[in-house]
């Protein structure tokens, strides 16, 4: 990230300007077999790429060396498709590239193996042929898979390709690519379809920070991100706004998450002095080719996105040509997946009138779907998608009601760093859930919108004045700031009065319920709108009881809460192996004596790691805080704090002890385990 120059015993070996994409170099010629070899490599960000988020700075994403004889398969020369799909049987096509960068011919067999989930042979090819030097040879293969196990959201089952090269008996070189047999298309009148279900995306856009870890996010720090959002109804996620990287798309896959994927934030007009628009012209279709043929195996992405708010378009006649080729090398490098783009602005660049929009498979526009819709109807055989919207409900009935709108994708899942709109606030907060991975009050009232299993939650709502002071931890950097919701029942002031109630709930009725009197029932609104309650004021427990045909399926409470008392550690797994890749996540919640939490907790906290163990960041979600991540201490936040551990050797207990003043010290262990173990 970014601007990377690569040197290998001082001689050049390439340089690449964007930070997001994968790139390789050849490193045979220059190594030596008498002395050590040096590689560098330099990347420069200090004119500040993309500067309008947290991009980060230096080498963020793995780096891997690859050994391969002189005959082996291209770099991304594997693409699987599964062109036909039923539950009876399914057509596994296979198209390889290989290439002989050796001196002199070679005949070799190109074993290609389909197998199970599990491991179990399902089908195998073989095809004999001669690659001459200098050259490479392509050879597509077809095999057949009886019932196939497919991959879906809810049930996402991996096959694999074993690629094999074969120089007599001897294995020369192979590959195993992961994918999944599934059927994906959109359609104008119905939207979304995957293996002949109709699907709604409820999707999120995300960018490739991980908070308290920066832009270099383990993996674990995703996977606790992505079930959060899963357990609120979320199934789809776009990169916003440039290619993740590849271990995000093997969890999107792992997962079930559908995946809108995004290559560039600009084309040729700029949205900052450094951005990507330097570069467009020269390297945009590499950049994009190299991209897409790493990606399109895996069966997450649904959707290739060319660009975001394009500040181009309204030049038609420049937007257009640019267009064209985009989508030319998406289709070139993968025929298989539709292409879009975040539209900017469309009616006002006449993107609809003039041609630009339909020269993507799937029309995408970022937050005017009632113009979107009318796009639609005024051609009705146009497919559309909502490529970045708002939270509020009028923009979800819009695609709820509608079948021919195949989905949204809210800004913004997850709350991250930079885009912040004023000092001292470090975050943009209109996600899902916050920078520590806790859900925020937005998040229930979309998991009442989008979950289908049943739930209740339920806030205190508070309205404030333009000039009255706010909590800078709980400033609203979205687009209603008059409003304030709060998951407990500790109002502030003596004589707190009457209490605005808001409760969002899937359920038939909600029933809210004070220190056990009933305040009465609401059922669910047509529209999907919170139920809402007047209620007096009183110490005590707040309840609200979801019902299904008469029969509680789900409650939720708010408490008052008394003095702190303890704390309280919750950790997300009990063994943790030493890689880069996995992490420990401890939640701290400072409680009263009865175990609730108490809302106004902001004691200073110092965490100690006693065996083979490590910090790796501490983050309380605040967005006004600047308290480093790095480090043993950190203030709690309206009651809670986050840790995030490593282990640092394969064997023995780690032990995290947390210390406040005026609270009994708490405790949590888990155990180093070698990563054959899990």
């Known amino acids: 990230m970014a601007n990377s120059d690569v040197w290998i015993n001082g001689i050049q070996l390439g340089h690449r300007p964007n930070g997001y994409v994968t790139f390789r170099y050849d490193l045979t010629d220059h190594l030596r077999a008498d002395g050590d070899t040096i590689l560098a490599v330099r990347t420069d960000t200090s004119q500040q790429v993309a500067s309008r988020w947290y991009t980060g700075s230096g080498i963020y994403r793995h780096v891997r060396l690859i050994v391969s004889d002189a005959v082996h398969v291209e770099p991304w020369g594997v693409f699987v498709t599964t062109p036909e799909v039923s539950a009876d049987r399914a057509v596994v096509a296979v198209t390889t590239t290989m290439v002989n960068e050796g001196d002199g011919a070679r005949t070799v067999t190109l074993r290609t193996t389909v197998e199970s989930p599990s491991g179990d042979l399902l089908a195998t090819s073989d095809a004999p042929l001669?690659?001459?030097?200098?050259?490479?040879?392509?050879?597509?293969?077809?095999?057949?898979?009886?019932?196939?196990?497919?991959?879906?959201?809810?049930?996402?089952?991996?096959?694999?390709?074993?690629?094999?090269?074969?120089?007599?008996?001897?294995?020369?070189?192979?590959?195993r690519t992961r994918f999944g047999i599934r059927h994906a298309e959109f359609r104008a009148d119905t939207g979304f379809w995957l293996n002949g279900r109709n699907l709604k995306l409820k999707g999120v856009c995300v960018h490739h920070d991980g908070g308290a870890v920066g832009a270099a996010v383990p993996l674990d720090v995703w996977r606790r991100r992505f079930q959060r959002l899963k357990e609120l109804g979320v199934n789809a996620i776009r990169t916003a706004h440039?290619?993740?990287?590849?271990?995000?798309?093997?969890?999107?896959?792992?997962?079930?998450?559908?995946?809108?994927?995004?290559?560039?934030?600009?084309?040729?007009?700029?949205?900052?002095?450094?951005?990507?628009?330097?570069?467009?012209?020269?390297?945009?279709?590499?950049?994009?080719?190299?991209?897409v043929r790493r990606d399109r195996n895996h069966p997450s992405v649904i959707l290739y996105s060319v660009g975001n708010e394009i500040h181009d378009t309204p030049k038609p006649d420049l937007a257009k040509?640019?267009?064209?080729?985009?989508?030319?090398?998406?289709?070139?490098?993968?025929?298989?997946?539709?292409?879009?783009?975040?539209?900017?602005?469309?009616?006002?660049?006449?993107?609809?009138?003039?041609?630009?929009?339909?020269?993507?498979?799937?029309?995408?526009?970022?937050?005017r779907d009632a113009e979107l819709l009318k796009a639609w109807r005024d051609k009705p055989s146009r497919k559309i998608v909502g490529?970045?919207?708002?939270?509020?409900?009028?923009?979800?009935?819009?695609?709820?009601?509608?079948?021919?709108?195949?989905?949204?994708f809210l800004w913004v899942g997850i709350d991250y760093l930079g885009e912040s709109p004023r000092w001292p606030v470090t975050t943009f907060n209109a996600g899902l859930i916050d920078r520590a991975g806790f859900v925020e009050p937005r998040g229930r009232q979309r998991q009442s919108w989008w979950a289908e299993i049943p739930m209740v939650a339920a806030f205190r709502?508070?309205?404030?004045?333009?000039?009255?002071?706010?909590?800078?931890?709980?400033?609203?950097?979205?687009?209603?700031?008059?409003?304030?919701?709060?998951?407990?029942?500790?109002?502030?002031?003596?004589?707190?009065?009457?209490?605005?109630?808001?409760?969002?709930?899937?359920?038939?009725?909600?029933?809210?319920?004070?220190?056990?009197?009933?305040?009465?029932?609401?059922?669910?609104?047509?529209?999907?709108?919170?139920?809402?309650?007047?209620?007096?004021?009183?110490?005590?427990?707040?309840?609200?009881?979801?019902?299904?045909?008469?029969?509680?399926?789900?409650?939720?409470?708010?408490?008052t809460a008394g003095p702190p008392a303890a704390m309280h550690l919750a950790v997300d797994r009990e063994q943790v192996a030493p890689d880069w890749d996995e992490l420990a996540h401890v939640e701290l919640t400072i409680v009263d004596a009865e175990g609730r939490r108490v809302p106004g907790a902001d004691h200073g906290l110092t965490f100690t790691v006693d065996g083979p163990g490590r910090i790796v960041a501490v983050d309380n979600a605040s967005i006004a805080s600047h308290?480093?991540?790095?480090?043993?201490?950190?203030?709690?936040?309206?009651?809670?704090?986050?840790?995030?551990l490593a282990a640092t050797a394969d064997t023995g207990s780690i032990r995290l002890t947390a210390a406040a003043e005026g609270l009994p010290e708490a405790t949590v262990t888990l155990e180093a385990v070698p990563s054959a173990t899990r």
């Not at 690659?131 to 991959?151: F, H, I, K, M």
């Not at 709930?505 to 009465?520: I, K, P, Q």
Request: hydrophobic share 35%.
């Open 130 to 175: 001669i690659v001459e030097p200098g050259t490479s040879r392509t050879v597509e293969q077809s095999l057949a898979v009886d019932r196939p196990d497919r991959w879906e959201i809810d049930h996402p089952v991996l096959h694999a390709v074993h690629t094999e090269v074969l120089d007599g008996d001897r294995t020369i070189d192979q590959e």
């Open 242 to 291: 440039n290619p993740p990287s590849p271990e995000f798309l093997d969890l999107c896959d792992d997962m079930g998450i559908l995946v809108m994927d995004e290559f560039f934030d600009c084309w040729t007009v700029r949205k900052r002095r450094f951005d990507y628009h330097l570069h467009f012209k020269e390297w945009s279709h590499r950049d994009l080719a190299d991209a």
């Open 321 to 367: 040509g640019i267009l064209a080729g985009l989508v030319e090398v998406c289709h070139a490098n993968d025929p298989t997946r539709p292409v879009t783009q975040g539209l900017f602005r469309p009616n006002v660049s006449h993107d609809y009138d003039n041609g630009l929009a339909d020269m993507l498979d799937v029309i995408g526009t970022n937050y």
């Open 387 to 408: 490529t970045e919207q708002r939270h509020e409900l009028e923009t979800w009935l819009h695609c709820r009601d509608n079948p021919q709108h195949s989905g949204q």
């Open 461 to 559: 709502r508070i309205a404030r004045t333009p000039d009255a002071p706010v909590d800078p931890g709980y400033e609203v950097v979205e687009w209603d700031r008059r409003q304030v919701l709060f998951s407990d029942w500790n109002p502030d002031g003596a004589s707190p009065g009457e209490q605005a109630v808001e409760v969002y709930s899937n359920c038939d009725a909600v029933e809210l319920v004070l220190n056990g009197t009933s305040l009465g029932v609401r059922e669910k609104p047509a529209n999907d709108s919170p139920r809402t309650w007047k209620v007096p004021y009183a110490p005590g427990t707040l309840t609200a009881i979801g019902s299904n045909d008469g029969r509680e399926v789900c409650r939720d409470e708010l408490h």
């Open 627 to 644: 308290e480093p991540f790095q480090a043993d201490h950190r203030s709690a936040f309206h009651g809670r704090c986050l840790v995030m």
